[in-house]
C-alpha cells in the first residue's frame, strides 16, 4: 500500500512507539514494564509490506476476523504496526470507506478498538454502547455496516469488569435514563447466578444472538457466508480479546 511506503521510517517507527505508549497505559502498566523489558518499541520491518484493505475485501469473512485477532495479538504483544494511521490513509478514505469489520462494544474508556486490534482509519465501523447491547439504533447502524458498507464481520466485544453489567447485577439506583440499560442486561445477569463474569460472556452471547435474530438483513449475509458474526471478551488488565463462540 502506498500509505506506508511514502512515510519515513523514522516517522514510523516514532508514531508506532508512540501508539504503543498509548495503548500500553490504557490497558495496563504491566504490559509497559514488560514491553521495556522485552525492547519491543520499533515497528516491525513487515509495516511497511503490510497489504492494502483500502477497496479490497478479505477472500472470506474468516480471513477478516483472523486479521482482527492477528491485529490483537501484535497489540499485546507491544508488537503494534499501527497500520492506517496517517494523512495519506485519511485521504484515501476520505470520500468513500470500505471496512471490513464492524463492532459492538462498550463506551468504557478502557476499550478503544482500533487500538487493541492495531487498525486505522476506515478500518472498522464501530459502534460502542454502555454493555455492549444490540438496541434498535445499533442493529440498524450495523446494518448499514454490513448491507451499505460491506462488511464481513460483525464483532461483539465485552469487556472485564464492565460497569453496566455489574450494575445491572446489582440493581444500583441510578439517575436519568441510566437504568434503561439494564433491560437489556438483565437477561445475561439472571442467567449467570451472581457471577459477573459469566454475565459479561453470557452478555456477548446474547447480544450476538439478537443480532442474528432481529435483522433480517444481517441473517441473510451471514446465511450467504459474506458475513460472520463473532464474539469476545476483553481483558482490561492484559489487553487480549478472548473469543466466545456465539
Ligand atoms: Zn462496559
Redesign the pocket.
Known amino acids: 500500500m502506498g500509505i506506508e511506503n511514502d512515510t519515513p521510517i523514522l516517522t514510523r517507527d516514532t508514531n508506532a512507539r508512540r501508539e504503543f505508549l498509548h495503548s500500553t497505559a490504557v490497558a495496563g502498566a504491566g504490559l509497559v514494564m514488560s514491553g521495556l523489558a522485552a525492547g519491543v518499541f520499533t515497528a516491525p520491518l513487515g509495516a511497511s509490506n503490510s497489504p492494502s484493505r483500502k477497496r479490497d475485501p478479505f477472500p472470506t469473512p474468516q480471513a477478516a476476523l483472523d486479521a482482527l485477532y492477528k491485529g490483537n495479538e501484535r497489540f499485546v504483544k507491544g508488537e503494534v504496526m499501527a497500520p492506517n494511521r496517517n494523512m495519506s490513509r485519511l485521504k484515501d478514505v476520505a470520500a468513500v470507506q470500505k471496512p471490513f469489520a464492524a463492532f459492538l462494544g462498550?463506551?468504557?474508556s478502557r476499550?478503544p478498538i482500533e487500538i487493541v486490534f492495531d487498525q486505522g482509519f476506515g478500518d472498522l465501523f464501530v459502534t460502542r454502547i454502555?454493555?455492549?447491547v444490540a438496541d434498535p439504533a445499533i442493529i440498524g447502524s450495523l446494518e448499514f455496516g454490513a448491507e451499505v458498507l460491506g462488511t464481513q464481520v460483525i464483532y461483539v466485544l465485552g469487556?472485564t469488569r464492565?460497569?453496566?453489567?455489574t450494575a445491572t447485577m446489582t440493581g444500583s439506583e441510578v439517575p436519568g435514563q441510566i437504568s434503561t440499560l439494564y433491560q437489556h442486561i438483565r437477561r445475561a445477569t439472571k442467567e449467570s447466578g451472581g457471577d459477573v463474569t459469566k454475565a459479561i460472556a453470557r452478555n456477548v452471547e446474547i447480544q450476538a444472538e439478537i443480532l442474528k435474530e432481529a435483522s433480517p438483513v444481517i441473517a441473510r449475509r451471514v446465511k450467504a457466508g459474506s458475513l460472520i458474526i463473532a464474539g469476545g471478551v476483553y481483558d482490561l488488565d492484559t489487553g487480549r480479546v478472548t473469543p466466545i463462540p456465539v
Open positions: 462498550c463506551a468504557d476499550v454502555a454493555g455492549n469487556h464492565c460497569g453496566a453489567v
